[in-house]
T-cell receptor, first 115, second 111 residues
Framework: GAVVSQHPSWVICKSGTSVKIECRSL??????MFWYRQFPKQSLMLMAT?????????EQGVEKDKFLINHASLTLSTLTVTSAHPEDSSFYIC???????????FGSGTRLTVV | GENVEQHPSTLSVQEGDSAVIKCTYS??????FPWYKQELGKRPQLIID?????GEKKDQRIAVTLNKTAKHFSLHITETQPEDSAVYFC??????????FGKGTTLSVSS
């Protein structure tokens, strides 16, 4: 079946630094990538939608200059959290779609802790 | 945009009982309704889904029903087991667009 590899699985960084999270679709072309954030005991909240070769569309309240999304190829999308602060600590997870079906394939998630 | 409401937020049942979780959605254009089970720190795991052209789907102990007129869908788990204990999320989308999730239900099955 479809697989999305997400790295790193966990990361601890200092406040003010940047962290990059990668999602790679291993056996299909991910024309669309969705990025979610999940705080403890809460639901998955959509942050942004990116289509290969296009600028990402951000949900209301999500700072596009803070959460940089790049989807330069059909197999790789990245989320960079810039100038991270403790309140950015969360579980970040990507979900890929090939847009031709109802299939959504989730990455394994990244636990980000900002100290 | 789409908004998905999910109830109850917590559900406790005895082993062997049935559990029902209900969701409503707001966007009549949504046509795909999956249910996910999520364990702590893990990715959501698809357990069953339904598309708008059917009213019910069953897979062993799990079933989902959809009422498009009322814009609600439900997850039914029969003969619950302790290993069914987890957080369950409903979601709604149109094909190719983002899944919008409900707030989740924590199911506890006690033996």
């Amino acid at each position: 079946g479809a697989v999305v590899s997400q790295h790193p699985s966990w990361v601890i960084c200092k406040s003010g630094t940047s962290v990059k999270i990668e999602c790679r679709s291993l056996d299909f072309q991910a024309t669309t990538m969705f990025w979610y954030r999940q705080f403890p005991k809460q639901s998955l909240m959509l942050m942004a939608t990116s289509n290969e070769g296009s600028k990402a569309t951000y949900e209301q309240g999500v700072e596009k200059d803070k959460f940089l999304i790049n989807h330069a190829s059909l197999t790789l999308s990245t989320l960079t959290v810039t100038s991270a602060h403790p309140e950015d600590s969360s579980f970040y997870i990507c979900s890929a779609s090939d847009s031709s079906s109802y299939g959504y394939t989730f990455g394994s998630g990244t636990r980000l802790t900002v100290v | 945009g789409e908004n998905v409401e999910q109830h109850p937020s917590t559900l406790s049942v005895q082993e062997g009982d049935s559990a029902v979780i209900k969701c409503t959605y707001s966007d009549s254009a949504s046509n795909y309704f999956p249910w996910y089970k999520q364990e702590l720190g893990k990715r959501p795991q698809l357990i069953i889904d339904i598309r708008s052209n059917v009213g019910e789907k069953k897979d062993q102990r799990i079933a989902v029903t959809l009422n498009k007129t009322a814009k609600h869908f439900s997850l039914h788990i029969t003969e619950t087991q302790p290993e069914d204990s987890a957080v369950y999320f409903c979601a709604a989308s149109q094909a190719g667009t983002a899944l919008i999730f409900g707030k989740g239900t924590t199911l506890s099955v006690s033996s």
